[in-house]
């Protein structure tokens, strides 16, 4: 099955300044990955999501790179505030209602004002 | 974007005793739904694939006489935790994947606590 590592753990940024989480997955496969904000007792919210045949999507200060080659994509959140602290997961999965994800560890991402 | 709506948010038990939670898909029909657990400080974890009208199936590991899974229309699954102990105190959630993309919805997640 599809195993997702996620780095960093955990992750400080001044605000304003960018930060980048990096996950590898394991099943050449997969063509969907998804990231998730989740708040403390919140459910995980998609922000950003990219599927195999894009290599780069932007969606304002947020943007996600995919290389299908190494298996791995990253997240790229720039000009940080205090309101982006959260944990963040990438997951990977293949498209489709009855297709399971596959999530990474997560990353605690703190924003210093 | 689709709705998916799980309940109780919060549930505290006796040990020993059964508790459900429900997972309702609001907007759309959900052949499949997903149920995740997900201890303090980790990432979530499948249990079990829900189907509708057929038997759930269960990552391993997973007891499925504890953990019980009933996806009795296309708008519903319920997990029914038996006979809880202190070790199943958690938090659940649901999922369910839209047609076409798939993109993944959660519900509002069950914080389970045991006593």
């Known amino acids: 099955g599809e195993n997702v590592e996620q780095h960093p753990s955990t992750l400080s940024v001044q605000e304003g300044d960018s930060a980048v989480i990096k996950c590898t997955y394991s099943?050449?496969?997969?063509?969907?990955f998804p990231w998730y904000k989740q708040e403390l007792g919140k459910r995980p919210q998609l922000i950003i999501d990219?599927?195999?045949?894009?290599g780069e999507k932007k969606d304002q200060r947020i943007a996600v790179t995919l290389n299908k080659t190494a298996k791995h994509f990253s997240l790229h959140i720039t000009e940080t505030q205090p309101e982006d602290s959260a944990v963040y997961f990438c997951a990977a999965s293949l498209s489709g209602s009855a297709r399971q994800l596959t999530f990474g560890s997560g990353t605690q991402l703190t924003v210093l004002p | 974007g689709a709705v998916v709506s799980q309940h109780p948010s919060w549930v505290i038990c006796k040990s020993g005793t059964s508790v459900k939670i429900e997972c309702r898909s609001l907007?759309?029909?959900?052949?499949?739904m997903f149920w995740y657990r997900q201890f303090p400080k980790q990432s979530l974890m499948l249990m079990a694939t829900s189907n509708e009208g057929s038997k759930a199936t269960y990552e391993q590991g997973v007891e499925k006489d504890k953990f019980l899974i009933n996806h009795a229309s296309l708008t519903l699954s319920t997990l029914t935790v038996t006979s809880a102990h202190p070790e199943d105190s958690s938090f659940y959630i649901c999922s369910a994947r839209g047609w076409g993309e798939g993109e993944a919805f959660f519900g509002q997640g069950t914080r389970l606590t045991v006593v």
């Open positions: 907007d759309f029909q959900a052949t499949t």
């Open positions: 099943d050449s496969a997969s063509n969907y």
């Open positions: 990219i599927r195999s045949n894009v």
